[in-house]
Every structure is written in structure tokens, then in C-alpha cells.
């Protein structure tokens, strides 16, 4: 019975990993390749409206959104795009935000540019200061997440201590 209990707990934590992961609904975005200032970045967007035009940007606190382009989705709903990242995004954490009638974001690390590349370089932060860029959504969804690990691990813990205790009694 224990058993039982425990592997519907686990069960249950786990299942909660694609809500967490995928919170906006179905809609998709992607991004493949290395991408950096100047260089370009290759999105898949999947179930937007059909025929619908989406709008894709870079967005980080304390910076303008940068918009990359106005791409138009097929009528299934989706897109394969290579864009520009203009060489004023500095490198660093941002979220690729593709909104139409129906919207998705992604995390996406921009890059330092390529060794030898004319693209101007991020100001070096202040000594001693720390920056996590991460979507505040994401860092809750991550720390539910770790929560019901631990007590999935805690109730596992306890159901072999008891079961020891009551098979030696």
C-alpha cells in the first residue's frame, strides 16, 4: 500500500513537469543554433492562429525590446524562420516573446559574438553585482517543481523507515 501511495506521489510530481514547462497552452516556440549579435537565429512557432502574422522579439529587463521580424504563420498554424539579431543585442539571457493571435515565448541565451567580429560588447558589470535574468514565471514554476521533489523524497523516506520499524517489531 505505501508503495502504492509513494508511486502516485512521484507520478503526480512528475506530471506536473509539462505544465510548468509548457504553461502557455500548446502554442510553441523554439530556437535551434548558437545565436549572437549580428548572427542569425533559427525559430519554429507551431499551433499560432492560422494565416495569422506573429511578431517576434528579444526581451530583457531593463532593455528595449528588440523586434527581430513579422513572420506570417501557415494555415496550420506554424513557422520556420531564420532572422538577424541586430548587432546592438547584447549577449546575455532574453526571452523570444512570438505574439500574433495566440502567443509563446522561449528562453534564449544570446551569445558573445564570434572571435574577430566588430560587434560591440555588453558594458562589464559592477563589481560584486549579480544579475538572473530568468522569467519570474519560471523560477516559481522551477521552485514548485524542486518543492514536490523533496517531498516526494521525504514521503520515501519515511514510508522505508516506518516499514523497517514495523518488519523488525
Request: aromatic share 4%; charged share 15%.
Amino acid at each position: 500500500m505505501k508503495r502504492l501511495i509513494i508511486g502516485a506521489i512521484l507520478a503526480a510530481t512528475i506530471a506536473w513537469l509539462p505544465a510548468i514547462t509548457s504553461a502557455h497552452g500548446g502554442t510553441d516556440v523554439t530556437v535551434s543554433g548558437h545565436p549572437h549579435p549580428g548572427g542569425p537565429i533559427e525559430i519554429v512557432g507551431e499551433d499560432f492562429a492560422a494565416n495569422d502574422v506573429v511578431r517576434i522579439e528579444l526581451r530583457k529587463d531593463g532593455a528595449e525590446p528588440s523586434e527581430l521580424g513579422r513572420i506570417p504563420a501557415d494555415e496550420d498554424g506554424g513557422f520556420t524562420v531564420t532572422l538577424h539579431i541586430p548587432a546592438s543585442v547584447a549577449p546575455g539571457l532574453y526571452e523570444l516573446a512570438a505574439e500574433g493571435q495566440k502567443s509563446a515565448t522561449f528562453e534564449v541565451t544570446i551569445l558573445d559574438p564570434p572571435a574577430g567580429s566588430a560587434v560591440a560588447a555588453e558594458p562589464a558589470a559592477a563589481a560584486g553585482s549579480a544579475s538572473n535574468n530568468r522569467p519570474a514565471g519560471e523560477t516559481l514554476g522551477l521552485a514548485v517543481f524542486t518543492a514536490a521533489i523533496a517531498l516526494a523524497a521525504v514521503g520515501l523516506l519515511w514510508a522505508s523507515r516506518t516499514h523497517a520499524h514495523s518488519a523488525g517489531a
